[in-house]
């Protein structure tokens, strides 16, 4: 009975993971094939590997320059998140007031705002404040959708903390700021690898608002990229398939390195 | 220490971010949704709640409200039977699964703009693999995306494929922190694996279970992504969710006023949702414990 279920998990875990490899795969063949070539996308290219699908994601759909541009604002979006949601996290953690309590239930309720739902009130504000087409546009609304999360996680995992390491360093005469750069902050790598883990997973993927905040192809990110190069490239679906597997290689190296704490941080984000 | 009023600056940086571009916002979008607003021209009229009214008779937003809720719901249900099945099988000791699960997880690190596209490929009418194994078959290529019912279904898998892992990985913990004493004692008892998966693992996961299920219907039902780029909403307006309609009604259609009335009822329903769901698994809880 055992032996039976174990085989059968396992079937059901292979057969699993090779439809995840599905999309990934079409893609791949897709890609590397002529227009021409009409076989079928589960068959590889016969007449050799042909590249001219990925010169055109570059040159035409500009990929290279939307990876780039998707970096500089996961980059900054990110030590932003670190930075603003340790500091507000910790007197949230350590001052237990009634006003605090509501501060910090009030943070949270904004994770629930779904980016759409504020969508013509954000792009007008945007248009006033000059933000559309800029880096820092998108990057303070990837702020203020993700330093939510950010915060409680920073707050929860200083709750952990024991208070008498602070109060000794008080002790000793630190004031409030060196006992957070010099005390506080060195204790909170784990849940900063997750925070960052899931703060530039968000970022380099996001769509819904860079798409409308980021119109100009010489500032666009990945995923609104690849979605107007595909629109635009109907009939040239090996085209669209080399951006979206360029798009994705970025990820794909940092998974593979670091897939351990991806998992891990994911799982620890999620428990809200 | 810790008295000391002073440490509350520190949040205040975060909070002036969140009062400019999530909280004004939020005010100005209620504000605007009670206007003829088209989205660009300074003039607009103060009209009440007509939008709010236009809503209750337009076929289109009941559609997307419709379409809203068979995302969310249908995802939800997908994943968690996906999820529990898949944390269940990695649960057992087998060579090759920690490649199984990195695999499985892999597509919750892509954009769903690119597995859509992929997918798109996929389904695609002349070129796709899936009408290559139709033809195979012996059947005719099919329309896969210019079906409502059928796009929809499609959208609903592959949000669910995408994500899967993330309910996986939530299982998967579930499992790994009940004690096995629970089970060894009930083997002792004579209680067989359905009885033991009823009367232990199901009772113990309930924090996964609401877990996973708050998270996943929160992402079903603000679905947008994935519809842009395989559908576009549509054929029509058929496979249209709240998330697109509102793009759609802004920059389409001028609409700025309406498509703010109907952010405003995409916000409600989420915010219902949530609190609604927490509340019920959180008083379960207690009834457990």
């Known amino acids: 009975m055992s032996r039976l279920w174990r085989v059968a998990a396992g079937a059901g875990l292979a057969l699993a993971a090779l439809v995840q490899l599905v999309p990934f795969y079409v893609a791949l063949t897709t890609s590397l094939k002529p227009r021409t070539d009409l076989s079928s996308q589960w068959v590889l290219p016969t007449s050799g590997i042909y590249l001219e699908n990925f010169r055109i994601a570059v040159e035409d759909g500009g990929i290279l320059r939307a990876i780039g541009s998707s970096a500089i604002i996961t980059v900054a979006s990110t030590a932003l998140i670190c930075v603003l949601g340790a500091l507000a996290a910790y007197p949230l953690a350590r001052r237990d007031t009634l006003g605090n309590r509501i501060v910090f239930a009030g943070i949270i309720g904004l994770i629930m705002i779904p980016p759409l739902s504020i969508l013509v009130p954000v792009y007008t504000l945007m248009v006033q404040l000059g933000g559309i087409n800029t880096y820092w546009g998108a990057t303070a609304l990837m702020v203020a959708t993700q330093l939510p999360l950010s915060v409680f996680l920073y707050a929860s995992f200083m709750r952990g903390l024991p208070i008498s390491i602070e109060e000794a360093a008080v002790m000793d005469g630190a004031g409030l700021l060196s006992t957070l750069f010099r005390v506080v902050f060195p204790m909170l790598k784990p849940v900063t690898a997750t925070v960052i883990i899931l703060t530039s997973v968000s970022v380099w993927n996001e769509y819904a608002l860079s798409v409308f905040i980021l119109r100009s192809p010489d500032v666009r990110t990945t995923a609104p990229t690849i979605a107007t190069f595909f629109a635009s490239q109907g009939s040239n679906l090996g085209a669209a398939a080399a951006a979206a597997l360029l798009s994705v290689v970025p990820m794909l190296v940092a998974y593979l390195v670091l897939q351990r704490y991806f998992i891990k941080g994911m799982v620890a984000g999620s428990e809200k | 220490m810790f008295a000391r009023r002073r440490a509350n600056w520190l949040y205040v940086p975060a909070l002036a971010v969140f009062a400019l571009f999530t909280v004004y916002p939020l005010v100005n979008g209620f504000i605007l949704s009670l206007t003829n607003w088209n989205g660009y021209s300074p003039g607009r009229s103060f009209i009440g709640l007509d939008n709010y009214v236009r809503m209750l008779g337009d076929p289109i937003v009941g559609t997307a409200l419709g379409n809203t809720f068979i995302y969310g719901i249908g995802s939800t249900v997908l994943q968690q039977i996906m999820g529990l099945a898949l944390a269940l099988a990695l649960d057992r000791a087998i060579r090759g699964r920690s490649i199984a699960r990195a695999i499985i997880y892999l597509p919750v690190l892509v954009s769903p703009v690119v597995m859509g596209t992929m997918y798109y ?17 012996g059947g005719e290529r099919v329309a896969w995306l210019s079906d409502a019912g059928t796009a929809i279904t499609i959208i609903v898998i592959v949000n669910s494929l995408q994500f899967v ?44 279970f609401a877990t996973s299920i708050v998270l996943n219907l929160i992402g079903g039902l603000k679905l947008f992504d994935v519809i842009r780029v395989m559908t576009a909403g549509g054929p029509g307006y058929s496979t249209e969710s709240m998330s697109t309609l509102i793009s759609r009604f802004y920059f389409d259609n001028q609409s700025a006023g309406y498509a703010s009335a109907v952010g405003i009822v995409l916000f409600l329903i989420i915010a219902v949702f949530t609190l609604g769901l927490n509340t019920l698994f959180n008083r379960r809880r207690l009834e457990l414990s």
């Open chain 2, 121 to 137: 490929l996929l389904f695609s009418y002349r070129y796709g693999g899936l009408n290559d194994i139709v033809v195979a078959l």
């Open chain 2, 165 to 208: 892992g993330i309910s996986m990985v939530i299982y998967l913990a579930g499992l790994q922190s009940i004690p096995t004493v629970y089970y060894e004692a009930s083997r002792v008892d004579g209680a067989s694996a359905w009885q033991q998966f009823v009367g232990i693992t199901v009772p113990l996961l309930q924090p996964a």
